[in-house]
């Protein structure tokens, strides 16, 4: 298997591109026409000024174990609205990401990288194939580049998300999980977890540079299963084992140079960590799910009620939206929490095994928006506020209808 540290061989593709082409304007109307201009482009601007251009939807994967897992998205405000069972794929799906217009899940059970346009309705677009037997287990995206980890072998590896090739491939200690992005660098967690004895054992915390370097690593804990950045130089591990109370802890390190600045016990193994403000994370485990002020190194439960089964959450304005899968047989729920009134202000029912979640742009494609409404498009307008006869190559682009409502449409 080798040594960690060390690195895999590489494989790259390229990828041909083309030039744009210049639209000509017309230049004979000279000061008439720029003066229109400018009053539209004030007039459109104050219209978008209006518009809720960023509102999102709450996009979740499900995880059956050896078979396709579907995807449930919900808009993440009221009334709520929720679709269930879209593009069923993969086997055993363990996380989704969302970046540049696309859905990106990793499939455990076959090894592999699944991409869908993230349209109305999401649909497959590529894939990137691993070893089937890796056990791909989770990922991040920078600068159109994916690393993930592969629990079963030990190691992590980044593909390039236009050419699909590997860029480069690393060794490391037994079974990670985590990866993240922070500052520049790549971390990642080896778990330790020995996967021949099914015991745990001491983690290892990774900083990587994007060559695919090791510039720190720090040896702490026990099964430690994730990471969340406080701050410039900061962060929060939190893990343990599941059996042994006096492991389960939730680590203050520092990011530069790598190093344990704190600890604090936790209720429960807390394998899931998010940043609500200054002095609060969302801290989730299996059946526990509540706040952690690092202040006062308290942990703070939260009024949810029976559920369980707790693996990922989101924040979006004032609502915290949180998977509970349960039991992993029966149907799974999203559970939408209030900090403002701190209680549940919506549940939705989801298909079985959600397993993780991320929020997407709540847009339509061009090509959708234009062929469901067209007789109904007075205008169209390009992102600088330009008016266009139709939609010209890919991009943001704002449909202005007969009853003066606008829209915006994104062209892939």
């Known amino acids: 298997m080798?040594?960690?540290?060390s690195r895999l061989p590489a494989s790259r593709k390229t990828c041909p591109g083309g030039p744009l082409r210049a639209v000509p304007g017309l230049a004979a109307r000279g000061k008439v026409l720029s003066v229109k201009?400018?009053?539209?482009?004030?007039?459109?601007?104050?219209?978008?000024?209006?518009l809720p251009l960023f509102a999102q939807r709450v996009v979740v994967v499900h995880s059956i174990w050896s078979s396709p897992g579907s995807i449930s998205i919900m808009n993440a405000s009221p009334p709520f609205t929720l679709r269930n069972g879209i593009e069923p794929h993969g086997?055993?799906?363990?996380?989704?990401?969302?970046s540049s217009g696309y859905l990106y899940t990793v499939s455990s059970g076959?090894?592999?990288?699944?991409?869908?346009?993230?349209?109305?309705?999401p649909f497959l677009v590529d894939s990137i194939t691993l070893n089937p037997s890796s056990n791909p287990y989770s990922a991040v995206i920078n600068n159109n580049k994916i690393l993930?980890?592969?629990?079963?072998?030990?190691?992590?590896?980044?593909?390039?998300l236009t050419t699909k090739g590997m860029v480069w491939g690393l060794r490391v200690w037994r079974s990670p999980q985590y990866v993240g992005f922070n500052?520049?660098?790549?971390y990642a967690i080896s778990t330790g977890y020995n996967r021949d004895s099914f015991k745990t054992d001491t983690s290892t915390l990774y900083k990587i540079d994007t060559l695919g370097n090791i510039v720190d690593s720090l040896k702490f804990g026990i099964n430690l299963l994730y990471m969340e950045f406080y701050g410039t130089d900061t962060a929060f591990v939190s893990g343990g084992d599941w059996f042994d109370a006096t492991t389960r802890k939730v680590y203050l390190i520092s990011t530069n140079p790598l190093a344990i600045l704190d600890s604090t016990p936790t209720p429960q193994n807390i394998g899931f960590l998010k940043y609500v403000n200054t002095d609060t994370l969302l801290a989730l485990g299996y059946s526990w799910a509540g706040y952690f002020t690092p202040s006062s190194r308290a942990f703070i439960p939260l009024p949810l009620g029976s559920y369980y089964g707790f693996s990922e959450g989101e924040i979006y304005n004032e609502r915290i939206f949180i998977i509970a899968a349960g039991d992993y047989i029966s149907n799974g729920n999203i559970i939408v929490f209030n900090r403002n009134t701190n209680?549940?202000?919506h549940t939705a029912t989801v298909d079985v095994g959600p397993i993780s979640m991320t929020l997407s742009p709540n847009t339509l494609s061009a090509k959708e928006y234009a062929h469901k409404s067209y007789e109904n498009i007075k205008a169209v307008y390009d992102i600088t506020g330009r008016r266009v006869v139709k939609p010209i190559g890919t991009g943001v682009y704002f449909f202005?209808?007969?009853?003066?409502?606008?829209?915006?449409?994104?062209?892939r």
């Open 400 to 411: 202005v209808g007969d009853n003066g409502k606008v829209k915006k449409v994104i062209k």
């Open 110 to 121: 076959n090894g592999k990288i699944y991409i869908l346009q993230d349209d109305n309705y």
């Open 2 to 5: 080798g040594r960690p540290g």
């Open 91 to 98: 086997s055993t799906l363990n996380k989704v990401l969302y």
């Open 148 to 160: 993930i980890s592969l629990w079963a072998s030990d190691s992590l590896v980044l593909y390039d």
């Open 37 to 50: 201009r400018k009053t539209m482009k004030r007039l459109f601007s104050l219209m978008l000024l209006s």
């Open 343 to 345: 209680s549940v202000e």
């Open 183 to 186: 500052g520049g660098y790549f």
